[in-house]
């Protein structure tokens, strides 16, 4: 069978209508000529999602909002339902992200009921699980920390659709400016018992990426030396150039120095 293999980024809070029409071009003539077992994802802020989604129609991309509420609607200002979601076209939905934990108070029972409630619409979900620094020495206390957040979050989902849920190991430790960069050996034993505790709890085959500090550099060893099916990439995907040569070096088709 042949291995997919994802690649995502999240935008977090960032670019404008222009700068997201530059890199869904870019990207989109990149996908023109794409395997046929490579995914790649985007999530965009919401009011970017009704664009993007006209724009790389029938590219294959797939594009998502970056949370949603658990509710199908009703008085929760400032929220967004996966129901409106599906309705726009978005293909999936990012849960449990570590700065909607930190930042927003997000709870793993929080973040089940949404990831219940979007599968339920038609939705996919990537769902983010991760450590902090706190912890990420003690093997024993990371490894049920992370079984303790899937088996929550994924404790109330629907049967699943090929390809509709994927699992982020997003080390907290490991994400965004100032982080420590992550060495593979420091990720590839958590990828592995996320691999067990996923396939305990799904019937369906759940591919599972990397996210965390993903760069030219370090993608290539950890997409290839850990059991990752892929990598979810931030801030050095903002730029659409560097997003497609920091997959197309992770799958061995560049080398890092050009
Ligand atoms: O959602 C993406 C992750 O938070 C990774 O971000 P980063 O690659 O900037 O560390």
Redesign the pocket.
Same mark, same amino acid.
């Given at each position: 069978m042949t291995r997919i293999r994802w690649f995502?980024?999240?935008w977090?809070m960032n670019k404008s209508p222009q700068t997201a029409r530059e890199w869904t071009t870019a990207v989109g003539t990149y996908m023109a000529e794409m395997p046929a077992d490579q995914r790649l994802f985007v999530?965009p802020p919401y009011p970017l999602l009704p664009q993007i989604l006209q724009d790389t129609k029938g590219t294959g991309l797939i594009v998502g909002a970056q949370n949603c509420h658990w509710v199908t609607s009703g008085a929760f200002t400032g929220e967004v339902s996966p129901q409106l979601l599906k309705e726009i076209g978005a293909h999936n939905v990012?849960l449990g =992200? &570590?700065?909607r934990r930190k930042q927003f108070g997000e709870t793993d029972e929080m973040i089940g009921r949404k990831a219940s409630a979007a599968l339920r619409v038609g939705l996919g979900v990537v769902l983010?699980i991760g450590e902090d620094a706190s912890i990420k020495d003690d093997p024993a206390t990371t490894r049920s920390f992370l079984e303790k957040q899937l088996s929550i979050a994924l404790g109330d989902i629907p049967a699943l659709a090929p390809e509709q849920l994927v699992v *982020?190991y997003?080390p907290v430790w *490991? +994400?965004?400016?100032g &982080?420590d960069p992550p060495a593979v050996y420091e990720v590839a034993e958590q990828l592995r018992v996320i691999r067990h505790v996923v396939d305990q709890i799904v019937n369906e085959h759940v591919p599972i990426v990397y996210?965390?500090?993903?760069?030219l550099e370090n993608g290539p060893s950890l997409l290839t030396e850990t059991v990752a099916d892929g990598l979810? +990439?931030?801030? =050095? &995907?903002l730029d659409p150039a560097m997003f497609i040569r920091i997959i197309q070096t992770a799958l061995g088709e560049r080398s890092v120095v050009e």
């Open positions: 995502g980024t999240n977090k999530m990012l =992200h &570590a700065e983010c *982020a997003e *490991a +994400i965004g400016v &982080a996210g965390g500090s993903v760069t979810f +990439i931030g801030r =050095h &995907a």
